[in-house]
Every structure is written in structure tokens, then in C-alpha cells.
């Protein structure tokens, strides 16, 4: 069974950094590509960043360009969201989601599997 499973959500300081994990695992973690995506209540989601299985990577949010920035470890099955300076606009629940045939895109639903989201608040 493919399960990704997201932590290292909470609250944060304008211009504070966070990093988000994403556990894989039911794969073989060098077959997919990975992306970020975020979403407010209301709004529709955003496709963040995604990693390819050879480890290039490619973002699509003009909005975290220079300050988030993604990264595998596949001995640990594992992407990383890095978020630094962030902001209030940054509040978001965010997930991970794989593509299963290992090529990244903005669109969400070409992503199979999702995990549950963790939330990120940034208080001003």
C-alpha cells in the first residue's frame, strides 16, 4: 500500500524557517516524482515544487521562489520542503503527492497518491 505521510508543520515567527518531511513508503522511491503543494480553505491548491526521480527538481510557485526549496534522501524514502523567510501568506495546510510515472507537473490531479497534510501557520 503507498502511503505518504507529512510532519514538521506548526507555528512560526514572520521570517522564521520550517522544514516539512514527507515519508514514503508501498513504492520504490526512485520510480516517482514528488511534489509540494499547499492549500488555503477556500482557494484551490498550489503546486509548489517537485523532484524528479533523479533529483532534479523544478518549482512552480513564483510566490516561494528564493525561499522554499525541496530535496530527497532516498535511503530514507524521504522529500524535504525547506521554507525559510516565510510569511503570513504562507499559512497554508501542505502536502506531499506522487506522480507515478516520474515526471513532475503543476497539475494535482496526475498525482495518485496524497498524504494527509500538515499545517503551517505563520504569525506576523
Known amino acids: 500500500e503507498v502511503q505518504l505521510s507529512e510532519s514538521g508543520g506548526g507555528l512560526v515567527e514572520a521570517g522564521g524557517s520550517l522544514r516539512l518531511s514527507c515519508a514514503a513508503s508501498?513504492?520504490?522511491?526512485?520510480?516517482?516524482?514528488i511534489a509540494w503543494f499547499r492549500q488555503v480553505p477556500g482557494k484551490e491548491r498550489e503546486g509548489l515544487l517537485c523532484?524528479?526521480?533523479?533529483?532534479?527538481?523544478?518549482d512552480y510557485a513564483d510566490s516561494v521562489k528564493g525561499r522554499f526549496t525541496i530535496s530527497s534522501d532516498n535511503a530514507k524514502t524521504r522529500v524535504y520542503l525547506q521554507m525559510n523567510d516565510l510569511n503570513p501568506e504562507d499559512t497554508a495546510v501542505y502536502y506531499c503527492?506522487?506522480?507515478?510515472?516520474?515526471?513532475?507537473?503543476?497539475?494535482?490531479?496526475?498525482?495518485?497518491?496524497w498524504g494527509q497534510g500538515t499545517q503551517v501557520t505563520v504569525s506576523s
Open positions: 508501498g513504492f520504490t522511491f526512485g520510480d516517482y516524482a
Open positions: 503527492a506522487a506522480q507515478t510515472d516520474g515526471r513532475c507537473t503543476i497539475a494535482d490531479y496526475r498525482y495518485a497518491y
Open positions: 523532484i524528479y526521480p533523479n533529483g532534479r527538481n523544478i
